[in-house]
């Protein structure tokens, strides 16, 4: 294991230009997503399979042919971008990342991509997560809103004045874009002052609860049981996980990480910058959507970004 930790700083040091393999999370799906993949490969159909096998159900019916509505289930919104991508990699000749992050739900893929989890233990812990993060949200009536054109300590002081409701910063996307999460009240009261305090936009999303948020703890409960109980392996490459933003190769901070990523923001920010400064060069989206490659483009724009 430390092999792998001083490997990557002697990239660093040397300055040799190296790829990050990035995740999107939820909100990237699209109907048809990942059908083209189970028509046109053998490996993928077997491995889209085996994902309905351990659902319980035909999630491959509902991503090749459902409407966006159904896709918007968060007991299929999670699995079903999680698949697209693990899938894509597995199937994608010569895929081997020095370095792997994902956003939100897309740390799940990343893990899978470098070793950490297996497809099964992954995709099993995806769908307890979104399963948890649903009850989590009928518990506690919340939801969350994207803020656009204020910096970052802004939002976070506005947020923290308001007393009496739970509103935090919850996903650092790109300079000038934080997504705030929180009671239905207190997003409502937030996004009002953050206008005022000169946001370009105050967006609520449609989204069914506060996620990263303290809000979420009832979820985090359930998903530290499951993986505290899943089998972790050593990775092949560095992890920038939402949580820490640096380099992380012990498997125990991994879960750690894992666990508190619930409740805690998403610093996407953070974790390209630093990802860049460990020598990122280019950057290769894997999964459906762009939407981290326009992120990273706005973190870093001398950035070469791509998508699998």
Request: glycine share 8%; net charge negative; proline share 6%.
């Amino acid at each position: 294991m430390a092999s792998k930790k001083s490997y990557i700083w002697d990239l660093k040091i040397s300055s040799i230009p190296m790829k990050a393999i990035v995740f999107p999370g939820q909100g990237a799906q699209f109907p048809g997503m990942g059908k083209s993949l189970y028509e046109e490969s053998p490996e993928a159909k077997a491995l889209f399979e085996k994902a309905n096998e351990i659902l319980g159900f035909r999630i491959t019916d509902i991503l090749f042919e459902g409407t966006e509505e159904e896709l918007k289930q968060t007991k299929v919104t999670q699995p079903a971008i999680f698949l697209h991508s693990v899938i894509l990699a597995k199937t994608t000749p010569n895929f081997a990342p020095e370095m792997v992050a994902g956003h939100s739900l897309g740390e799940f893929s990343a893990l899978v991509a470098n070793g950490v989890l297996s497809f099964e233990d992954g995709l099993a812990l995806v769908f307890q997560r979104a399963l948890a993060m649903q009850e989590a949200c009928e518990i506690n009536p919340s939801s969350m809103a994207a803020i656009l054109g204020l910096d970052d300590q802004v939002v976070e002081e506005i947020c923290a004045g308001i007393s009496g409701e739970i509103v935090v910063a919850a996903n650092y996307n790109c300079p000038g874009q934080l997504v705030i999460s929180g009671s239905t009240k207190g997003i409502e009261i937030a996004c009002e002052l953050l206008k005022i305090a000169g946001a370009k936009r105050a967006l609520p999303l449609p989204v069914g609860g506060a996620f990263h948020s303290p809000l979420m703890e009832p979820a985090r409960e359930k998903l530290q049981k499951a993986i505290e109980e899943t089998e972790f392996h050593p990775p092949t490459c560095p992890i920038y996980q939402n949580v820490s933003t640096t380099a992380v190769v012990e498997v125990a901070s991994i879960k750690a990480n894992l666990i508190a990523q619930l409740t805690a923001p998403v610093k996407w920010t953070q974790s390209v910058q630093q990802m860049v400064a460990d020598g990122a060069t280019e950057f290769i989206e894997c999964g459906p959507g762009k939407v981290l490659q326009g992120l990273v483009k706005k973190i870093h724009p001398e950035a070469i970004v791509s998508g699998l």
